[in-house]
């Protein structure tokens, strides 16, 4: 599955992309924002982002969710990892506690708001229902 060069026998391999996402809830809601890009264009998902090279995967989830929402968060746990068969992007998703900043869309977002569980709109990818799903559960 790995090309092999044909004169020295050194196998080649393509790195996986790293993906950092923070689940940011406030009073009961969470905070969403409505993607302004392909894939998912107009859906909407919690804010994440690719992980710079040598950028601590923490570092990138801090650095994406002020991007994106105009909110300053600490990391408070770790919600899952999260990768499938075929695809190049490996999402960590973190759950962040809201320490300054207002909420607002950032450059790659048309709008950012807060929803409630039950309430959410038309989600940018399948995994996010699973992945909120599995936060909402193991909330205290």
């Known amino acids: 599955m790995r090309p092999v060069c044909g004169n020295c026998g050194a196998v080649v391999f393509f790195d996986p992309k790293v993906v950092a996402g923070v689940i940011i809830p406030i009073e009961g809601k969470i ?8 894939p998912g264009l107009g859906r909407w998902t919690f804010p994440a ?14 650095r994406e969710a ?3 929402t105009g909110l300053e968060v600490e990391l408070t746990r770790l919600v899952g990892v999260y990768s499938r068969s075929g695809d190049v992007n490996i999402l ?3 759950e962040g506690r809201v320490v300054g900043g207002t909420l607002l869309a950032g450059d790659e977002a048309q709008e950012a708001g807060l929803f409630p569980l039950d309430g959410l709109p038309p989600l940018a990818f399948a995994r996010d229902e ?4 599995e936060w909402r559960e193991h909330t205290t």
């Open 66 to 68: 002020r991007e994106e």
């Open 31 to 38: 905070v969403m924002i409505r993607r302004s890009m392909e």
């Open 92 to 94: 960590v998703v973190y």
């Open 49 to 62: 982002g690719f992980v710079d090279r040598g950028e601590a995967v923490e570092a990138a989830a801090v």
């Open 130 to 133: 699973g992945i909120i799903r």
